[in-house]
């Protein structure tokens, strides 16, 4: 019976302080809103340096790449497997030939 009174006192001290975060955000929100903004450094767009671009984001010639980078074609379940296959077989760990038996069967 002790235990279940505990167990009642503090989840309702969390549920207090979970509340009490709830409006303490909403009243910092509300006056945050209700500030006018001035623009900081943050808001302004930032000038992309390609000197620092990840290596990714330049083509062969070092030059900044200006076109999407997601490009999804439609695979074969087939080719996949084939390919994580051969990926799986190439890894140094596939020397392991207890994995090769699990694998197999």
């Known amino acids: ?15 207090f302080l979970a509340i009490s975060n709830l409006i303490r955000n909403l ?3 509300g006056t945050d809103s209700r500030r006018p903004s ?11 340096d390609p000197a620092t671009a990840h290596p990714e984001l330049l083509d ?3 030059k900044v790449v200006r076109e ?13 497997r084939e390919k994580l296959d051969a990926l ?9 030939s207890s ?3 699990l694998s197999e069967s």
């Open 27 to 29: 009243m910092v929100l």
């Open 60 to 62: 062969e010639s070092g």
């Open 88 to 96: 799986y077989k190439a890894s140094p760990s596939s020397s392991d």
């Open 99 to 101: 994995r090769d038996d």
């Open 38 to 48: 001035t623009r900081n450094r943050k808001d302004q767009p930032q000038r992309f």
């Open 68 to 80: 999407p980078y997601l490009v999804m074609r439609s695979v074969s379940v087939d080719d996949a």
């Open 1 to 15: 019976m002790i235990l279940h009174l505990v167990y009642i006192i503090a989840f309702t001290v969390l549920a």
